[in-house]
């Protein structure tokens, strides 16, 4: 199958055989991947702009550093302790970027919004977020995200800059999605015997039903995060560092995080 490209999206219509393809998958397996999605070229500029970022003053990111539940609440009195997970990274934020970033143009292309619709199956509009439309995650050694259920229904995230074979940083989730509840407040809850299965997970005692996608630098993967448990594994080794992007897009027009969300991940 010829590999889709940024440049190719505004020739894609529904009736496309890929576009079917990533629908299906996304539908099926919990997730689709688009390889190669950014050329080796943009992916280098990528690269250039996030570590220039990065290493260029430290205002330029937020360091966040907590415990949390696999449903992303604080852990109480009666959590499970060998349930409780931990996640630490560096976020830079989308009004950090410089208004020429390939990083912004993704993001707002509407060759991308277009696709990401047909995959998904409904409207998807940018978050209006100054801070958290779209930003770089820097993950340095020890630094991960446990276990953990996303709040909202998908993810779209560009892999910009990976560890060395070894150097950690995986990207893994648990097979078996969150039973679909006919009542939308109950999905809040996580089913006892599910629950009790990926607490098992979350614990390291289950591993049967783990999966690791092979993901790869200049790749999208759009993901179910809210159905499906998953985590990055820890980076292991000095200088090992792992860069993704996350592209925020919401059901509606006019998203913005509310303010301990953005205090949390961005620190204003
Ligand atoms: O960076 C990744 O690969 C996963 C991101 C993630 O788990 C999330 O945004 O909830």
């Given at each position: ?171 893994e989730f648990f097979a078996d999605g969150r ?75 006019g998203f913005v995080l ?11």
């Amino acid at each position: 199958m010829a590999l889709l490209t940024f440049e190719d999206l505004a020739a894609l219509d529904a009736g496309d055989a890929q576009v079917a393809q990533f629908k299906e998958d996304y539908r099926r397996q919990g997730y689709c991947w688009l390889p190669s999605f950014v050329s080796s070229d943009v992916v280098q500029q990528l690269q250039c702009e996030a570590a220039r970022l990065f290493e260029a003053s430290a205002d330029n990111s937020f360091r966040s550093t907590e415990d949390h539940t696999i449903t992303l609440d604080s852990p109480s009195a009666h959590t499970d302790t060998a349930t409780t997970q931990q996640s630490s990274k560096c976020l830079i934020a989308q009004d950090r970027l410089p208004t020429e970033s390939q990083l912004l143009r993704l993001f707002r292309s509407p060759g991308l919004i277009r696709l990401l619709s047909l995959i998904i199956d409904r409207p998807v509009y940018c978050s209006d977020d100054p801070l958290g439309g779209v930003y770089y995650n820097v993950f340095e050694e020890g630094d991960a995200l446990g276990w953990h259920f996303d709040r909202s229904p998908f993810f779209v995230n560009l892999l910009v800059s990976l560890p060395s074979e070894g150097g950690g940083g995986q990207f893994e989730f648990f097979a078996d999605g969150r039973p679909q509840q006919e009542d939308a407040d109950s999905d809040d809850v996580l089913p006892p015997v599910y629950e009790a299965g990926v607490a098992r997970v979350a614990r390291g005692e289950d591993v049967s039903k783990v999966v690791r996608p092979p993901l790869a630098e200049g790749g999208i993967i759009i993901f179910q995060g809210r159905r499906y448990m998953h985590r990055v594994t820890p980076v292991v080794g000095a200088g090992e560092r792992r860069i993704n992007a996350i592209l925020t897009y919401a059901d509606a027009p006019g998203f913005v995080l509310n303010t301990y969300t953005r205090q949390t991940f961005f620190g204003r």
